[in-house]
């Protein structure tokens, strides 16, 4: 069966991130083993072993839910990747879905309307209210919306890179010997 469309792209990122949570519980229980049977003396390498491990599943927890609930790399780029028409399409579709949404935009954002005020058309804002003219919410919204946008995309990107980096780390340094164990031992 041959790997195509989302579905597949879901289920390797699910599959990875519980591939790391299994490897950050390794780490945490081999740690915790080598000092509970005296194993390892020094606690502070037990320390940054037990860090990494929690660090790890953390991690692998939050791209996890990333993963089931969407495609967090996909949805990081979308964010990042969408121009201010489309931003503004975006806003309008939702604009236009919620009433209760509208009204306390208007209401919190002092504006009245989407990209225009028809006054046969209900507004909450304080401007309405006292007969000053209202700016249209538009304009407002989009500047939050890009800034939140912007906003999750970097952490999606963030958390996303993180993800790869852990597995390039992790071929890296998988077969890495302790020279002080074994002096002929290679790195």
């Given at each position: 069966?041959?790997?195509g469309?989302?579905?597949?792209?879901k289920?390797?990122l699910c599959?990875?991130n519980?591939?790391y949570?299994?490897?950050?519980?390794?780490?945490?229980g081999?740690?915790?083993?080598?000092?509970?049977?005296?194993?390892?003396?020094s606690?502070?390498v037990?320390?940054v072993?037990?860090a990494?491990g929690?660090?790890?599943?953390?991690?692998?927890?939050?791209?996890?839910?990333?993963?089931?609930?969407?495609?967090?790399?996909?949805?990081?780029c979308?964010?990042?990747?969408l121009?201010?028409?489309?931003?503004?399409q975006?806003?309008?579709?939702?604009?236009?879905?919620?009433?209760?949404?509208?009204?306390?935009?208007?209401?919190?954002?002092?504006c009245?309307?989407?990209?225009?005020?028809?006054?046969?058309?209900?507004?909450?804002?304080?401007?309405?209210?006292?007969?000053?003219?209202?700016?249209?919410c538009?304009?407002?919204?989009?500047?939050?919306?890009?800034?939140?946008?912007?906003f999750?995309?970097?952490?999606?990107?963030?958390?996303?890179?993180?993800?790869?980096?852990?597995?390039?780390?992790t071929?890296?340094y998988?077969?890495?010997?302790?020279p002080?164990?074994?002096?002929?031992?290679?790195?």
């Amino acid at each position: 069966m041959v790997c195509g469309g989302f579905a597949c792209s879901k289920n390797c990122l699910c599959a990875l991130n519980l591939l790391y949570t299994l490897v950050s519980l390794l780490l945490i229980g081999i740690a915790a083993w080598g000092i509970g049977f005296g194993l390892i003396s020094s606690l502070r390498v037990v320390g940054v072993v037990i860090a990494v491990g929690i660090f790890l599943f953390l991690i692998a927890l939050v791209g996890l839910i990333g993963a089931v609930k969407h495609h967090q790399f996909s949805v990081s780029c979308a964010c990042l990747a969408l121009n201010q028409e489309q931003q503004g399409q975006l806003l309008e579709v939702g604009w236009n879905s919620t009433a209760s949404a509208r009204n306390d935009i208007q209401r919190n954002l002092n504006c009245c309307g989407f990209r225009s005020f028809n006054p046969n058309d209900t507004c909450l804002a304080s401007c309405i209210k006292s007969g000053h003219s209202c700016s249209p919410c538009a304009p407002i919204i989009g500047e939050y919306a890009g800034e939140v946008l912007r906003f999750v995309g970097g952490i999606g990107l963030f958390f996303s890179f993180t993800e790869i980096l852990g597995v390039w780390l992790t071929y890296r340094y998988r077969n890495q010997k302790d020279p002080r164990a074994n002096p002929s031992a290679f790195l």
